[in-house]
């Protein structure tokens, strides 16, 4: 089935502790987005990509870094510099000008 | 900028009751597109429509419907006859145009409004 597939759906990191939330898309699109969720705030933009090998940051882009070696994957890594990394990341690809969103990860710090 | 206010944060309605979730937008852009999407507890966005600016003409999917008015920059989303199923948090979001050829659209989300439907 074609789709985007986000891994795993809850995350447990320890403070200090660099983590990687993986995004797979087999729907060959060609732009890729990392949002974060906070209860009552939306979703902000972390980081976008528009083909592979380039990305720019979004919003609120601070103690996040990603990756774009291939067009089917968009791994996300929150650092141990992201003070606050408790939420729900989903991660979305395009075409037509839409969005189509992947069911998250829910990213808890223990 | 482009902006996006969903002023309601949290409807609660009876099943069989019409609701309408409120979206306001703000951009500077001509061409820009509109979006509503639904969370349901999953946490999957689930995609429900995309409407252009230059399209106002009002679309009914079952019992979904939207009112695009450019006028007011509103685009709202009506639930008739709601059921239980249809509660989750609704978002509306708004793309303008990339600045350069090429260019990503990026969609700009509101806060959400939570539909709550009581049985």
């Known amino acids: 089935d074609g789709g985007i597939t986000q891994s795993p759906k809850y995350l447990f990191r320890k403070e200090g502790q660099n983590v990687t939330l993986s995004c797979e898309q087999n729907?060959?699109?060609?732009?890729m987005y990392w949002y974060r969720q906070d209860p009552g705030q939306g979703l902000r933009l972390i980081y976008y990509?528009?083909?592979?090998?380039?990305?720019q940051k979004g919003d609120i882009a601070e103690g996040y870094s990603v990756s774009r070696e291939k067009k089917e994957s968009f791994p996300l890594t929150v650092t141990s510099a992201q003070k606050n990394p408790t939420a729900f990341y989903l991660c979305a690809s395009s075409i037509a000008r839409a969005a189509f969103f992947g069911q998250g990860t829910r990213l808890t710090v223990v | 900028a482009q902006k996006v206010t969903q002023a309601q944060t949290e409807i609660s309605v009876v099943e069989k009751e019409d609701v309408t979730l409120d979206c306001v937008y703000e951009?500077?852009?001509?061409?820009?597109?509109l979006f509503w999407y639904k969370q349901p507890p999953s946490g999957e966005l689930v995609f429900l429509i995309r409407r252009n600016s230059f399209d106002e003409q009002n679309e009914i999917s079952g019992r979904y419907s939207w009112n695009f008015q450019k006028s007011t920059s509103s685009f709202n989303f009506t639930i008739t006859a709601s059921q239980v199923v249809d509660s989750a948090v609704y978002f509306c979001?708004?793309?303008?145009?990339?600045?350069?050829?090429?260019?990503?659209?990026?969609?700009?989300f509101g806060r959400g409004t939570s539909l709550i439907v009581h049985p």
């Open positions: 729907l060959n699109h060609d732009a």
């Open positions: 979001a708004l793309s303008e145009a990339p600045a350069a050829s090429g260019g990503s659209y990026i969609p700009t």
């Open positions: 951009t500077r852009d001509t061409t820009y597109y």
């Open positions: 990509s528009q083909i592979v090998n380039d990305f």
